[in-house]
């Protein structure tokens, strides 16, 4: 059935069963390459054989020409966990300057409100998607996550590095996905028609460049930063939820869409057999408990005071006058960083040919 966002106010004996399956390709016929991903057709296959019964969610994250993209994660953990809040606040929803598909799409709820995520996507150069390892980075913040964001005045550094230091922090922070179930199912050409038999690529004018013996053995292992991603957060990721499939090796790309796809037996044969393992695997164990600080029905207190006071800051550091005691004051005291300029936005290569 189609998702009734309404459900989540519900009690958990009285609400469906909500699977939330996501396709992970870059690949849109709205924008260049004008064509639609196989990503998306197995999205739509696998909802059609889900049971009825269930709340099934879909999304595909490839790139439609004008619309926002899913901002890059600004590894604020690294500064403090305590400056990285849950749900993320670095972005908003429909900002102009910084537009971000994460919130315009309600991303985060939808994967509150689901019990169970179904994640498909082709490999990508020895790794997923750029779309899916975005998503994922900026999922960082439910792995312990602030959800006080009052407690820093929305993004103070200093504030966020003395909290985490705190007894409180310590009740604060928590994996607030943790429970649900996540199964990953990756595609590849293993190289298409690109390959010669010896295993290299046909292009090569250094062969010795390209090892076929290192190259690695299981493209499988290619979702594995997600996987683990999952699995340190407390989404259970099952070994049988976790594959990869082969699908158009020896062939040309312009002759490997979803069309082609569909007509090899094996590949969609083996996929099936995944969507029926994923939707036994998940009914057997049931829906999920919501956490204590939900990103379902939050919304995102007023920072306006908060971001003027951030701005002044970062006009004392441009002039190499941060906060006495903060790591950037020591780092420029000590002449560890040179970030110290007026015009920040410039790129490195700008600054030094002034």
């Known amino acids: 059935m189609k998702p009734d966002d309404n459900n989540g106010r519900k009690p958990i004996g009285e609400r469906p069963f909500r699977v939330l399956v996501i396709a992970g390709s870059n690949r849109r016929q709205y924008n260049c390459p004008g064509v639609d991903s196989k990503a998306r057709t197995l999205m739509l296959r696998m909802a059609d054989r889900l049971p009825a019964s ?82 994922f980075d900026r999922l960082v913040c439910a792995n312990g996550g602030n959800p006080r964001e009052d407690l820093i005045d929305h993004k103070n550094p200093e504030k966020a590095m003395a909290l985490d230091k705190t007894e409180e922090w310590k009740q604060l922070s928590r994996n607030h996905l943790e429970g649900r179930t996540a199964g990953f199912f990756s595609y590849g050409d293993g190289g298409g028609d690109e390959m010669d038999e010896r295993g290299r690529p046909k292009l090569l004018q250094h062969p010795d460049y390209f090892d076929p013996d290192k190259e690695m053995e299981d493209d499988r292992r290619c979702y594995a930063p997600l996987v683990w991603q999952c699995r340190y957060g407390g989404i259970e990721v099952p070994d049988q939820l976790w594959r990869h499939a082969y699908v158009g090796e020896d062939t040309t790309y312009s002759e490997m869409q979803a069309e082609n796809m569909v007509a090899d037996e094996k590949f969609m044969r083996g996929f099936d057999q995944w969507t029926e393992v994923f939707a036994e695997v998940v009914a057997a164990k049931g829906k999920v408990p919501p956490g204590e600080h939900r990103a379902y029905g939050y919304t995102a207190p007023g920072h306006r005071w908060a971001d003027i006071k951030l701005g002044w800051r970062h006009a004392l550091m441009a002039i190499g006058r941060a906060p006495k005691g903060s790591s950037p004051r020591v780092q420029h005291d000590t002449d560890l960083n040179r970030d110290a300029v007026i015009r920040y936005r410039r790129g490195e290569g700008e600054k030094i040919r002034d």
């Open 54 to 135: 269930w709340e099934i969610d879909l999304e595909d994250l490839g790139n439609v020409y004008g619309r926002a993209r899913i901002q890059s994660c600004n590894a604020c953990v690294s500064t403090s966990m305590a400056l990285c809040v849950w749900p993320c606040n670095c972005y908003e929803p429909e900002n102009d300057a910084e537009p971000d598909l994460m919130w315009d799409l309600d991303l985060y709820a939808r994967l509150d409100l689901a019990d169970a995520w179904a994640i498909i996507g082709p490999v990508n150069w020895y790794a997923p998607s750029s779309n899916l390892k975005l998503m």
